[in-house]
């Protein structure tokens, strides 16, 4: 048999693999750490979302008419409202599941290699997806009860409302690179310079 089939020990009677788990015993409790903080914290969010997606999909801006079909359903704001609650409902609902699962996580080394960045990488794509979609469902149902002379003044607001889940995305995008970085690439590369 080839060399490579056996284990190699070092004088100690260590294995590599044996090392580096002993050697980074502390870097995965303090990863698991994060990972659950971090989790948690978007697992409210998540919910929240879903539980205001879910109650904007269910309650039809205007009402409905006698027929019970939704009063706007005429109005283009009211389609792009119905759509992307549906779509917030959804893309919450899966980042919850995601953080879920993070946080049922055995948190083991082998763990950290790719099972838990991708998905961490899904969960975040699904909460600012799930957030942009329940902020153009919020213009969109908004703008389809607004009188005609009124509109035009709204879209200003409606930017406005959009800045701190900008600033809030942006503030997170090195985080976002860097999981894409450790997912995709097979040696991930450090995010941050090291002083000589």
Not at 130 to 157: N, Q, R, T
Request: proline share 6%.
């Amino acid at each position: 048999m080839s060399d490579n089939f056996f284990p190699r020990y070092n004088k100690k009677g260590k294995t590599p693999s044996d090392l580096f788990t002993e050697t980074h015993r502390d870097l995965v409790e303090d990863g698991s750490k994060w990972l659950t903080n971090t989790s948690q914290s978007c697992s409210v969010v998540a919910a929240l979302i879903a539980t205001v997606a879910f109650t904007t999909s269910t309650t039809v801006p205007g009402g409905f008419e006698t027929n019970g079909l939704p009063a706007l359903k005429n109005k283009p704001g009211f389609n792009l409202f119905a759509v992307s609650s549906l779509v917030a409902l959804c893309f919450s609902i899966t980042a919850l599941v995601m953080f879920l699962a993070i946080l049922t996580s055995r948190y083991q080394e082998r763990d950290f290699g790719r099972d838990l960045p991708r998905k961490l990488l899904l969960g975040l794509t699904s909460l600012f997806a799930s957030i942009a979609a329940i902020l153009i469902s919020f213009c969109g149902g908004h703008f389809s009860v607004l009188k005609e002379e009124l509109k035009f003044a709204a879209i200003p607001a409606y930017a406005v409302t959009c800045l701190p889940i900008t600033f809030f995305a942006m503030a997170q995008f090195p985080l976002y690179i860097d999981l894409l970085q450790a997912t995709l690439l097979k040696v991930p590369q450090r995010s941050y310079k090291v002083d000589p």
